[in-house]
Each structure stands twice: as C-alpha cells, then as structure tokens.
C-alpha cells in the first residue's frame, strides 16, 4: 500500500499567490486549512532573489501568515542560498522533515520545479496558475488518488 502524504511543500508566486501582487491565489487559504486541518504539515520552498522574508511578506497578501508553515520547512532561495531547480533545495527540504521522500508533495504551476522535485522522490504536483488555476480541486484529488486520507 502506498503511504500517505505526511508534507506539502508549497512554492509562493503563481501557486499560493498570484504573482506581481499581494493577492492569494483565491483557493490558496482554504487549500491551507484544508491540509493543516487533515494533519499534514506544511512548508514552502520558492525562490525569492535577494528579498529578506520582510520584505517579500510586503509583497505577499496582508493577511498571509508565514506561521501556517513549520518554521524549519520554510526554504526561501534569499535564506539557504540554492535556487529551484536545483535538486539540493528538495533534497534539503526533504531532510529537514525526517521523513521519507515519497511522503513529501511538492506542488507548483512550474514544470521544470516540479520534475526536479519528482527526481528526488517527492510526489510531485503541478498546477494551473491564475487566473484559470486549478488549486481549488488540490485536496479533493488529493484524497481521491489516496495521498491523504
């Protein structure tokens, strides 16, 4: 039997958010509560230039709260210093959870991100980036094709 997924890495710009503005994508908190509220941990990996997380939280939605995400899986490319997509950023990401890869989920409108995350063991999970995104049907089919339960 397949395991579960146990962490759900975000990325932030046209997946959690719609890039260019401090607006969520509009399922991006319900998918949040969702998840947090099902038991699965969450973090965020996203490549942020040189933006300390003070001043990227001015360029997220003003009420996007970073605490909604386990402090140690929050790896922003300004902080750690590894860009997407390069593989040390998952791999890092995976060993910060102390769990295997196949129960991390990394999901991204980007498809090279989410390969690269695929190629170390993550599940990875593609989206439609706003404004036709498809976020919103994210834990629906997620319990559907059993990674949660």
């Excluded at 129960?103 to 995350?117: G, H, I, K, N, R």
């Excluded at 990875?124 to 339960?149: E, H, W, Y």
Aim: proline content about 5%.
């Amino acid at each position: 039997m397949a395991k579960s997924t146990k962490v759900v890495f975000f990325d932030l710009g046209n997946t959690l958010v719609v890039s260019g503005t401090t607006e969520w994508n509009p399922p991006g908190k319900a998918v949040l509560s969702a998840l947090k509220n099902a038991g699965v941990r969450l973090g965020v990996i996203s490549n942020t230039g040189d933006l300390t997380r003070a001043k990227l939280k001015q360029r997220l939605p003003p009420d996007f709260d970073f605490n909604v995400f386990e402090a140690h899986l929050i790896l922003l490319s300004s902080e750690i210093g590894i860009e997407k997509p390069a593989i040390e950023i998952f791999e890092l990401a995976i060993s910060r959870t102390g769990i295997s890869a196949s129960e991390c989920l990394y999901c991204s409108e980007d498809f090279q991100e989410t390969l690269a995350a695929q190629r170390v063991g993550m599940i990875g999970a593609r989206i439609q980036p706003p404004p036709n995104s498809d976020l919103g049907t994210f834990v629906d089919l997620l319990r559907k094709l059993k990674f949660l339960q």
